[in-house]
């Protein structure tokens, strides 16, 4: 009973931050939708499940660390780092703002508790990951590092020399996800640039390999108890979600992949989103 009562708890705050998400949008003006409503599930996950952090001390050093490479999704990361009591959620109205901590990818100069590094840059995040892993098996920090990226990011030749390392090194500490919801900002990826068969590729480069529906809370906590479990070689969750998540008009539309939406727009998602 315990086990279904915080699964719903869980599937209760990503449908809040993916309300969050809509909201600080509509009051930016500007920003991306898509991937940051597609990835809430899972980033939900990890801030209020899996990963071990402490709002009251950002930088405790036993944490484990979190790595948005497709930082254009941040809006659900900073949905979450608000919930879990990192900053007041009133600040996320300041999201893209002149002076915000809340940019619009990750910022760490800005001074935003929970920021590990400064992303965006598509394709570098993961090799972030790997210093990161491989610092805290140096200095014997049992802590595990978790990178977000993006399945267009694929795209970018330095994820799969990154991809590489980590195997090489053997960092178990590591866990990569790949929100695989089909889409980047000029179309399907398959037409853009195919990376597909996304999980041969990264079994071939030596990492042990989940594929999961990732708008689905049971097995994205099921997979992340496995990477886990996992010694002697990195982890890659490939996540099959649904781009616009949750949003009836946005739900695998690419132009929502980058485009804010109108006030009244955000009042007909937000009805999408208010069901118990």
Known sequence: MRKNEDIKKLKQIARHVRKDIIEMLAEAGSGHPGGALSASDIVAALYFSVMRHNPQD????????FILSKGHSCPAMYACLARAGYFPLEELKTLRKLGSRLQGHPSKADGLPGIEVSTGSLGQGLSIANGV???LKIDKIEARVYCLMGDGELEEGQIWEAAMAASHYQL???CGIVDNNGLQIDGRIDEIMSPNPISEKWRAFGWNTIEINGNNMEEVLQAFGEAKR????????????I????VSFMENAVEWHGKAPSKEEAKIALKDLDYS
Do not use: Q
Request: hydrophobic content about 35%; cysteine-free.
């Open 230 to 241: 996992i010694k002697g070689k990195p982890t890659v969750i490939i996540a099959r979600t």
């Open 243 to 246: 781009k616009g998540k949750g």
């Open 172 to 174: 178990d500490n590591l």
């Open 133 to 135: 892993a491989l610092g």
């Open 58 to 65: 950002p930088w405790w050093r036993e944490r484990d660390r």
